[in-house]
T-cell receptor
Framework: DQQVKQNSPSLSVQEGRISILNCDYTNSMFDYFLWYKKYPAEGPTFLISISSIKDKNEDGRFTVFLNKSAKHLSLHIVPSQPGDSAVYFCAASFSGTYKYIFGTGTRLKVLA | GAVVSQHPSRVICKSGTSVKIECRSLDFQATTMFWYRQFPKQSLMLMATSNEGSKATYEQGVEKDKFLINHASLTLSTLTVTSAHPEDSSFYIC????????????FGPGTRLTVL
């Protein structure tokens, strides 16, 4: 039972263009969402997060959008850079539990 | 940012042996640490939540006698894979939550376990 899903296993984008990574969740009780970036054989590194009381959070080139009614969030990277090439995981959590439920990941490749 | 280390980074062992993996928070105190497992091209699956000074809480389907967790101090949690078998081969990642900080976890670099 995959509560957090990333339906696109991979995505290729030209350098300078926008990358849009999508994530869907099934449990409406999730109230905090995060995006992590991961290189092979390394631990995930935090990118950006959003609370369920917001619908958008922006940090530099990274913006996360949350659509609670659709149980959908997305990560926008603009402009995309070759160094952004990695696997991106979305994660969801419940307040007070501190546990993260991760999606299956999307491999982003930014072409120079 | 906060740093979490794991040791060893990679280990190869024979079937039937036990392997201990350490997770340390280097510049902060972590009341809670988490252990994840990742199979190739799959998601990070939470195995257990480790709380300093108390027993770990295991996720459904994770054998607590197989994966022993000890969180003896605010900066160290250990995961011991007992009587390892080839199907235990995986990438094990820990994360640590800084005491008093609600919703932020810092991840270690992971440990690649290969059981022959």
């Amino acid at each position: 039972d995959q509560q957090v899903k990333q339906n696109s296993p991979s995505l290729s984008v030209q350098e300078g263009r926008i990358s849009i990574l999508n994530c869907d969740y099934t449990n409406s009780m999730f109230d905090y969402f995060l995006w992590y970036k991961k290189y092979p054989a390394e631990g995930p590194t935090f990118l950006i997060s959003i609370s369920s009381i917001k619908d958008k959070n922006e940090d530099g080139r990274f913006t996360v959008f949350l659509n609670k009614s659709a149980k959908h969030l997305s990560l926008h990277i603009v402009p995309s850079q070759p160094g952004d090439s990695a696997v991106y995981f979305c994660a969801a959590s419940f307040s007070g539990t501190y546990k993260y439920i991760f999606g299956t990941g999307t491999r982003l490749k930014v072409l120079a | 940012g906060a740093v979490v280390s794991q040791h060893p980074s990679r280990v190869i062992c024979k079937s039937g042996t036990s392997v201990k993996i350490e997770c340390r928070s280097l510049d902060f105190q972590a009341t809670t640490m988490f252990w994840y497992r990742q199979f190739p091209k799959q998601s990070l699956m939470l195995m257990a939540t480790s709380n300093e000074g108390s027993k770990a809480t295991y996720e459904q389907g994770v054998e607590k006698d197989k994966f022993l967790i000890n969180h003896a101090s605010l900066t160290l949690s250990t995961l011991t894979v007992t009587s390892a078998h080839p199907e235990d081969s995986s990438f094990y990642i820990c994360s640590a939550r800084e005491t008093g900080v609600v919703n932020e976890q810092f991840f270690g670099p992971g440990t690649r376990l290969t059981v022959l």
